[in-house]
């Protein structure tokens, strides 16, 4: 079934809201639902429209993956409790790690994030709390993507044909499926969101194993977390639709203390874009980036090359993996 896209010019924000909230509500009944909340724009913008919707009977995890970027289980907890909403951080960076071992295929790698998310994680979480719906922030882009066989998106299932219900014992509800990534802030900005969390740099749902060339090892994402929060402060006041450090897998030749080493290479990417579909790399100045560079090589003693990304999307995508 074809989806009808909603454009972000188009959207009347109070009547998608209030319709979404009727929708949910019908669905879930008097029942429970859950959700999982990564800290990213459409995790965040559907769990305030969740929560408008059922209350308390919508609960809300974040699954600390071992993944994320730094701080950011407890940095998504203290912001939503400022909002009134409960998180509750469920422990399953072993679950992860063990999924991954081994993989070194990028789409191998997602579908193990997307199996171990929605066979083990969330199955476990549904029988406990009794809920029978799945509540999450699948939007447009993701369909297109994995349809199209560009990447698969961990969380598109019935348009390649997987029932949720039958996969893994719950229903999924969408209701911000027919928006891309400037509707989903215009519904954010609309449900009262601060513009911190709406106005956010996307961030991928495989989250820094996205960033990892290679297999996704403790020691792997270690490296590239520290990269990620240096990029991040360095382009914060950047006019860019995101901006991400990649990890790549083979060791480059370089030097400290004047003796050769072999290392690790960061690459940085920044790209210009409205809703992701395409994209054209910033032109960032030469003294930004010498600056990141430096501050890469000096706080991440493992890495002895930066290099940054000219490619637009497409042929490059804003991922790596």
């Not at 290679?214 to 006041?237: D, S």
């Not at 706080?299 to 090359?305: K, T």
């Amino acid at each position: 079934m074809k989806i009808k896209e909603i454009k972000a010019k188009n959207i009347n924000t109070k009547k998608f809201i209030e319709e979404k909230v009727q929708e949910i509500r019908q669905a879930v009944g008097d029942g429970l639902a859950i959700n999982a909340l990564s800290g990213g724009v459409d995790s965040c913008v559907v769990t305030a429209l969740g929560h408008k919707a059922l209350g308390n009977r919508l609960k809300t995890y974040f699954i600390d993956n071992g993944i994320m970027r730094e701080g950011e289980p407890a940095k998504v907890k203290a912001a939503f409790k400022k909002m009134g909403i409960h998180v509750e951080v469920v422990d399953a960076v072993q679950d992860f790690f063990d999924a991954l071992k081994g993989i070194t295929d990028p789409e191998e790698k997602r579908e193990a994030i997307t199996q171990t998310f929605y066979k083990k994680i969330f199955a476990d979480l549904v029988i406990q709390s009794g809920a029978k719906y799945l509540l999450q922030g699948t939007i447009l882009t993701d369909v297109d993507e994995t349809v199209a066989g560009i990447k698969r998106q961990h969380n598109v299932f019935e348009q390649l044909g997987i029932d949720p219900q039958v996969a893994f014992g719950y229903k999924i509800l969408e209701p911000l499926i027919q928006l891309r990534k400037d509707g989903v802030r215009k519904a954010g900005r609309g449900l009262g969101l601060p513009e911190e969390i709406f106005n956010r740099i996307p961030f991928p749902g495989p989250a820094l194993a996205a960033r990892v060339i290679g297999e996704v090892t403790p020691e792997k994402i270690a490296i590239v977390r520290k990269a990620t929060a240096i990029v991040e402060a360095q382009l914060k006041g950047i006019k860019a639709f995101q901006y991400l450090a990649i990890l790549h897998n083979d060791r480059v030749t370089g030097m400290r203390d004047n003796k050769r080493v072999f290392g690790n290479q960061i690459e940085i990417r920044c790209w210009n874009s409205l809703d992701a579909r395409k994209a054209s790399p910033t032109r960032l100045s030469f003294n930004v980036l010498d600056k990141m560079a430096a501050k890469i090589t000096k706080a991440i003693p493992e890495v002895v090359s930066v290099t940054y990304n000219i490619t637009t999307k497409p042929t490059s995508t804003i991922e790596a993996v």
